[in-house]
């Protein structure tokens, strides 16, 4: 799938990878319904599609995503579609502390590779191809209103999780709301 869109008068176009043949069975499970949001995560390293598709689990840290983007603003698919990556972890929402992997479930994962303790930033091609993966979730699953959270947001106990590392959500906001009369998507949506 393509997403396209155009931010004043200039062409965005990202393609979403699907690499979720090669990720670990273990690390997704079925859904089991639509989920109503969206959680952004930074991964603090490289080589992040090999953890997030299995390395984590091999380490003893199992963890995933539903995508990652790539510093390139590629987007890779992490997990097979209609699955529940296991990225949120331990989380409180309105219902409490969720251990069960509620916020999993309820939440699509977005992983940016970004070398956090190394002083990195995510660039502005992570931002826009997080811009217009979000919006073709949002047209998608007809979100209105968009529920957008960082790590850091839900993570319990509180300050447990920094990330999205320096994260530009006013950048990525201003991206979005002038993408989104513009938007097309060609081929199959991703979600």
């Not at 090999?50 to 091999?58: I, N, P, V």
């Not at 510093?71 to 209609?82: A, D, E, F, L, N």
């Amino acid at each position: 799938m393509r997403v396209s869109w155009s931010q004043e008068g200039v062409e965005q176009m990202f393609e979403v990878y699907d690499a979720s043949g090669l990720c670990d069975k273990t690390l997704y499970e079925e859904r089991g319904g639509e989920p109503d949001g969206i959680m952004l995560h930074t991964t603090d390293g490289r080589s992040s599609q090999d953890w997030l598709q299995g390395g984590s689990r091999r380490a003893g840290k199992p963890a995933s995503s539903d995508f990652l983007i790539a510093r390139s603003g590629k987007i890779i698919r992490i997990v097979p579609r209609g699955q529940m990556s296991y990225h949120a972890g331990v989380c409180r929402d309105a219902r409490g502390v969720d251990t069960e992997g509620r916020t999993s479930r309820r939440l699509i994962g977005i992983e940016v590779e970004n070398a956090d303790t190394a002083g990195e930033i995510p660039t502005p091609q992570q931002h826009a191809a997080a811009a217009g993966l979000v919006l073709a979730a949002a047209a998608f699953y007809k979100w209105s209103p968009l529920i957008m959270y960082g790590h850091y947001g839900l993570a319990h106990p509180m300050g447990r999780r920094s990330d999205p590392h320096a994260w530009n959500w006013g950048y990525m906001m201003w991206l979005m709301a002038h993408a989104h009369e513009s938007i097309s998507l060609f081929g199959a949506n991703p979600f």
